[in-house]
């Protein structure tokens, strides 16, 4: 099993920056793949950006140029460095790890980009 616990959400206004954490315990040797989702009010949850342990990044077409993934190995943490931030980024943002046995979501952590 492995845990993910998220930090650094919070209210922020249009064009700022937030950073977040997403911290893994547990057997995260095994961890293929993590992620980054969010979940806006009344919308469907939808990928934001994924590292995978061979080193490729991908990004969601509204969040590129904007956003970057990183991940620190020796603290197991995965961070979501967002940029100029717009309204329509607000939402619930949710780490994802995908392990060959099963794959663990975290709680969350709220963001709000107020206009």
């Known amino acids: 099993q492995v845990q993910l616990v998220e930090s650094g959400g919070g209210l922020v206004q249009a064009g700022g920056s937030l950073r977040l954490s997403c911290a893994a315990s547990?057997?995260?040797?095994?961890?293929?793949?993590m992620s980054w989702y969010r979940q806006a009010p009344g919308k469907q949850r939808e990928l934001v950006a994924t590292t995978t342990s061979a080193g490729t990044i991908n990004y969601a077409d509204s969040v590129k140029g904007r956003f970057t993934i990183s991940r620190d190995n020796a603290k197991n943490t995965v961070y979501l460095q967002m940029n100029n931030l717009k309204p329509e980024d607000t939402g619930v943002y949710y780490c994802?790890?995908?392990?060959?046995?099963?794959?663990?979501w975290g709680q969350g952590t709220q963001v709000t980009v107020s206009s």
């Open positions: 994802y790890a995908v392990r060959s046995v099963g794959s663990s």
């Open positions: 547990g057997s995260i040797f095994s961890i293929n793949i």
